[in-house]
């Protein structure tokens, strides 16, 4: 099933995922006009490729372990961890050991949804 805007139950095995990069899965979880909240399923060694974009960004380490770059900085982050990415600043990862990141954006990422 595909999300739906403004959808106020959103139960994550009902939610497709689709292949976004080479190893990398997405679920859009939710969203309305002004967020979007997006599950990242990441294979060792898979890459978030470099880019920007003009949302505002904060990602949730759920599990595993990954390499980020954000603007000049390159830092490992696990668990827990938690990154903020301004609009327009270039960012991506390299998943180190599996897992789940959970992307939360402003305003709406109205190319995620078709």
């Not at 995922?17 to 898979?46: M, Q, W």
């Not at 830092?75 to 609009?87: A, Q, S």
């Amino acid at each position: 099933m595909k999300t739906v805007k403004e959808r106020i139950w959103n139960f994550n095995e009902e939610i497709e995922s689709e292949n976004n990069a080479p190893g990398v899965n997405r679920k859009i979880l939710a969203y309305a006009d002004d967020v979007t909240c997006v599950e990242n399923h990441f294979e060792k060694g898979a890459i978030g490729a470099l880019h920007h974009h003009p949302h505002t960004q904060i990602t949730y380490v759920v599990s595993g372990q990954f390499e980020f770059t954000v603007g000049d900085e390159k830092k490992i982050v696990n668990p827990g961890d938690c990154l903020l990415k301004k609009n327009s600043i270039e960012h991506g990862c390299v998943c180190l050991q599996p897992g789940i990141l959970l992307d939360v954006f402003t305003p709406m990422r109205e190319d995620f949804i078709k």
